[in-house]
């Protein structure tokens, strides 16, 4: 069967079907210069900006402002624009924009409770995101023929936000999709936009080697995905009608594409132990496979399970037996965590502390290691440079701030 029509988008109106090519779009509707919508007008917009996004007022100072204006127009018999700080975030919330609305859900542990003692981990989670709306497979349904072709290409990366935040953890989840060009990427924002944020469980050292509490971890981590992605599902075989840019409407197929994550997310996504290779069958003793591997399948993961117990699946494997995920082909390698963060932090800083022990001895190493330490704590402020109070446990690795610890090391060992 050819795809030759498949790749096409060919226009259509709001209904899916399709039209003449050559005509031009519908003419855009811009709303009128005093709609506000919603709030009451400019004034009233411009309050909230100012408080939201160029002030960043404080919630609680919000609400004083607000109270005393309210005292001063009451003899006006007026009220000021907002009741409180609530308000004033819901009508912010209310803004309709192009972009899709925060919704959000709650997850939890549905398991046996223990009835003293409950472990954190078994707390409520809420997870915050956007809602987000195979060729070959997809071509089959001669409905979907002329419709444009949309793979979504997705990443995520637990993160710590050291500034203004008090070395808080989060973990966002990203979008992109494989339909824009290297070149509008460079030119244009938005090309890859945050839709959403996963709950990162909480445990103690006691419970982080729990089966339970490492089991509900991928659980949870898996399942929010799921829920997130949940409305694009239908769309992944039968299409969705959409407007695009040019003002036209044209018929879209979504399909999940790579999954960018680093090497600790891709154990959970497909349910493989540490060691192990996420995509291929190569045994942990041999990842540069010297011998020929299978690359791994949903199938061959189920018959393994089914023919082997849970410890034989886990040793001889690497798989953890009560998940199973066919995501393995949509893995992709992490620029930033397995190139620049694995070379330097994972080989170069533990090459330097071996070659010490080797030349000076244990003891006298570990002298020149403290001293290293001291040195990278102690480096005085200064512009483009970040200071490090974690000394070598560099927690955070987005962005710019991933090399610095490159140029901070370097200096405190020469």
Request: net charge negative; hydrophobic share 40%; aromatic share 10%.
């Amino acid at each position: 069967m050819s795809l030759i029509s498949f790749d096409l988008g060919l226009k259509c109106d709001a209904n899916g079907s399709f039209i003449d090519q050559d005509a031009p779009p519908l003419p855009h509707m811009d709303a009128p210069p005093t709609d506000w919508t919603p709030y009451n007008d400019q004034a009233e917009f411009e309050m909230a900006e100012f408080l939201f996004m160029c002030n960043q007022m404080s919630a609680k100072q919000i609400n004083t402002l607000l109270y005393l204006w309210a005292a001063i127009l009451i003899k006006h018999n007026d009220t000021p624009p907002f009741a409180n700080h609530r308000d004033m975030y819901a009508t912010i919330d209310a803004t309709p924009l192009s972009d899709t609305p925060w919704k959000s859900f709650m997850m939890s542990y549905n398991g046996v409770r223990p009835k003293q003692d409950v472990p954190p981990w078994m707390a409520q989670y809420d997870v915050w995101y956007r809602d987000s709306l195979q060729m070959d497979v997809i071509a089959q349904n001669e409905e979907n023929h002329g419709s444009t072709f949309v793979p979504l290409i997705i990443g995520s990366n637990k993160t710590v936000v050291s500034v203004t935040t008090g070395q808080t953890e989060y973990h966002p989840l990203y979008l992109s999709i494989g339909n824009i060009h290297n070149s509008v990427r460079r030119a244009h924002r938005n090309s890859v936009v945050l839709i959403g944020f996963l709950s990162i469980p909480k445990s103690t050292k006691e419970h982080n080697d729990n089966v339970k509490y490492r089991n509900f971890r991928r659980q949870l981590f898996q399942c929010s995905l799921a829920k997130i992605f949940e409305s694009v599902k239908p769309f992944m075989e039968t299409f969705d009608v959409t407007c695009f840019l040019d003002g036209h409407f044209r018929q879209t197929v979504h399909s999940l594409g790579p999954y960018i994550a680093d090497y600790p997310e891709q154990l959970i996504l497909t349910g493989i132990m540490q060691n192990w290779c996420p995509r291929c069958l190569a045994n942990r003793k041999d990842l540069d496979g010297t011998q020929p591997c299978l690359h791994r399948h949903e199938a061959h993961t189920e018959l393994l399970i089914e023919q082997l117990t849970y410890k034989q699946a886990w040793y001889e494997h690497g798989i953890i037996a009560n998940v199973v995920i066919n995501i393995h082909k949509l893995l992709s390698p992490d620029i930033l965590h397995q190139i620049i963060k694995g070379t330097f932090k994972d080989h170069l800083v533990d090459w330097v502390g071996e070659y010490l022990q080797v030349t000076h001895g244990a003891r006298r190493a570990a002298k020149i290691i403290d001293d290293i330490d001291c040195r990278i704590a102690a480096v005085t402020p200064f512009t483009g440079l970040r200071h490090f109070p974690d000394k070598r446990g560099f927690r955070q690795w987005m962005g710019n701030p991933a090399s610095t610890p490159l140029g901070s090391f370097r200096l405190e060992i020469e």
